[in-house]
Nanobody
């Protein structure tokens, strides 16, 4: 079955760290630009950041720059989101997406990140 599966979410205190993973099943992610999105209750979906197919280029929303790092391991068909110095405002459901012109778009089911004392 073709799908993306996120994992690694959980409850963490402010200032803590988490690493999310997004693993693809049933297709090869290496040609795809991959992204992390998040949606907090009552808010619109927000692009957190994205990574080029080779992993050589990344970009991030300003609110997470210098705190979050996106990486990928195409041999493992997996993308990562290392989140450091977490803030209460980072609380959201985090989704991964794989997209590339001319190919189907895939979304994961989401993993919850809660930052709280």
């Amino acid at each position: 079955q073709v799908r993306l599966v996120e994992s690694g979410g959980g409850l963490v205190q402010p200032g803590g760290s988490l690493r999310l993973s997004c693993t693809a099943f049933g297709f090869d992610v290496s040609p795809y630009r991959m992204s992390w999105y998040r949606q907090a209750p009552g808010n619109n979906m927000e692009l957190v950041g994205e990574i080029s197919p080779s992993g050589g280029r990344t970009n991030y929303v300003d609110s997470v720059k210098d705190r979050f790092i996106i990486s990928r391991d195409n041999a493992k068909n997996t993308m990562y989101l290392q989140m450091n110095s977490l803030e209460v405002e980072d609380t959201a459901l985090y989704y991964c997406k794989a997209a590339q012109s001319g190919r189907p778009v895939y979304w994961g089911q989401g993993t919850q990140v809660t930052v709280s004392q």
